[in-house]
């Protein structure tokens, strides 16, 4: 199965930025997702990529938060910018094939 490892959380100002990575094992020539969840809340999608590269967001991100993949490096990124405190939460990244990766978490606040 493949695994993954996120990285690129941290603490950040509102209105600030921060680029988290997800290394795969293996192919992310799939589907692929980044999830967050807040505390006392579901899990929820942000961003996803299909594998012939179709992006979508749900409208709490679309026009902050862009997906993108390094199909060279097994990598997918999530660009993250004009955070607000509600972004705050543990991101997760999901493959197709139906791994998850550990979470990191995003924090956004003065």
């Known amino acids: 199965q493949v695994q993954l490892v996120e990285s690129g959380g941290g603490l950040v100002q509102p209105g600030g930025s921060l680029r988290l990575s997800c290394a795969a094992s293996?192919?992310?020539?799939?589907?692929m997702g980044w999830y967050r969840q807040a505390p006392g809340k579901q899990r929820e999608l942000v961003a996803s990529?299909?594998?012939?590269?179709?992006?979508n967001y749900p409208d709490s991100v679309k026009g902050r938060f862009t997906i993108s993949r390094d199909n060279a490096k097994n990598t997918v990124y999530l660009q993250m910018n004009s955070l607000k405190p509600e972004d705050t939460a543990v991101y997760y990244c999901?493959?197709?094939?139906?791994?998850w990766g550990q979470g990191t978490q995003v924090t956004v606040s003065s």
């Open positions: 990529i299909t594998k012939g590269g179709s992006t």
């Open positions: 293996g192919s992310i020539i799939y589907y």
């Open positions: 999901y493959h197709a094939l139906g791994a």
